[in-house]
């Protein structure tokens, strides 16, 4: 017999997302993430995935896996500090670090799990957090987890950054200061103000935390937002994510040496969770080698992220402040947003409605996220949907 406390509290919590409207329902597909799914049986143009590259469906990638696990096995069988690592897992870190142009690198199960790691092994009671309000939810996490104070600055606002920097700093209360923010974000896709976030740091001897699961594999030649703006040196910290652009699944954490072996010896994932599989390290590897080698596919995201963006603006959509591939719709209101996407499911475009509490109330959203593995057919497909979907509607 199962307890009274658990079943009346899943009761009354799934009833009270239910009432909200906050009750998801889970897709299911029948096959490859690529930009057309199988869902029901239909086809249907795929613009909610985070496979930016198209590579987790690369041929390269599905090759190096199946070598890889039938050399290795299946999986790496203990922690990385016990036996779990294989010089697989060394030389995917080595190339990494080539690749991010910083002096090691990292590698865990997922990004989740990096800020799951990383910041409550250098972060703890004694310190503070400066986090942006933005920040995704394994920032939250990772700060609640170290402990530190958490301050929130205004979402990407310097002088309120700045601010609260000189008020933590002044007040002699913490030993250490750290300012954590997301590269890219990932509901707008605006970029984090870096040059100005690392002045701010170097005023006020911030350590400085960059959460770059959106903007690896997509600037900065494919380096990421730091590589971007130059700052590789002045930046302790990058977080990336082997999931996204990269097309498989792990994270790593970039940054100097000595902090890299202190987050070997420390973070917890790192020694409590076994390590990555064979199989998933080699198709990573065979990924970052296509991004070394070859910039065809950054170029594409691009040019079909512009095309989306320039078609759906030119029919009088609000498709905000966005400075990356990302391509918000801003509807607004959040039943007319969730009625917008059933229409465009229903016309065969798969494009999720994002809603409060999300992101801010009267700001509902379609996010479509275009691939470089889309054609120009494809998207001009798209774009005709909009077309007479928002027309039926009335909302161009
Ligand atoms: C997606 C995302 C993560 C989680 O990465 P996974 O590899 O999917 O666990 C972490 N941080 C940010 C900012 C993200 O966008």
Not at 288 to 301: A, G, H, P, T
Request: proline share 3%; glycine share 8%.
């Amino acid at each position: 017999m199962s307890s009274q406390a658990l079943d009346q509290f899943l009761n009354s919590s799934i009833e009270e997302l239910k009432t909200k409207g906050l009750y998801n329902v889970i897709d299911t597909l029948q096959g490859a993430n690529g930009p057309v799914i199988r869902i029901d049986g239909r086809s249907l143009i795929n613009l909610s995935s985070n496979n930016y590259l198209g590579l987790a469906t690369d041929h390269r990638l599905i090759e190096a896996s199946i070598k890889a696990a039938q050399t290795y096995g299946a999986g790496a069988g203990a922690v990385r500090t016990i036996n779990g690592t294989m010089d697989l897992h060394v030389e995917l870190e080595e190339k990494l670090a080539r690749f991010k142009k910083t002096e090691a690198i990292i590698v865990y199960q997922s990004g989740f799990n990096c800020n799951m790691a990383a910041i409550s092994a250098v972060m703890d009671q004694h310190d503070a957090i400066l986090s942006d309000e933005l920040n995704h939810a394994s920032i939250i996490d990772g700060c609640r987890l170290s402990r530190a104070k958490v301050i929130r600055f205004k979402h990407s606002d310097m002088n309120d950054l700045r601010q609260q920097a000189k008020e933590a700093k002044e007040s002699g209360q913490y030993r250490k200061i750290m300012v954590i923010t997301d590269g890219v974000f990932s509901m707008d896709g605006d970029i984090a103000k870096l040059p100005e976030i690392v002045n701010i740091a170097e005023e006020f001897d911030l350590i400085t935390y960059v959460d770059d699961a959106h903007g690896s594999g997509v600037l900065g030649a494919g380096a990421g937002t730091v590589k971007h703006f130059e700052l590789s040196d002045r930046i302790d910290f990058q977080i990336g994510t082997l999931s996204k652009a990269i097309g498989v699944v792990g994270g790593y954490v970039a940054g100097k040496k000595q902090l890299i072996e202190w987050l070997k010896l420390r973070s917890r994932p790192f020694l409590f969770s076994t390590s990555l599989p064979p199989a998933v390290i080699a198709s990573c590897s065979a990924s970052v080698d296509i991004l070394m080698n070859d910039q065809e596919l950054i170029e594409k995201l691009w040019e079909n992220g512009n095309h989306l963006k320039n078609g759906l603006s030119l029919l009088g959509y609000d498709v905000g402040q966005s400075e990356t591939p990302i391509t918000p719709c801003i509807i607004g209101d959040e039943v007319t947003t969730q009625q917008f996407s059933k229409r465009l499911y229903e016309e065969g475009v798969y494009a999720k409605a994002i809603l409060f509490p999300t992101v801010p109330k009267g700001t509902g959203r379609i996010r479509n996220m275009p691939t470089a593995a889309h054609t120009r057919e494809m998207l001009d497909q798209v774009i005709s949907v909009y077309e007479n979907v928002g027309k039926e509607m009335k909302l161009i």
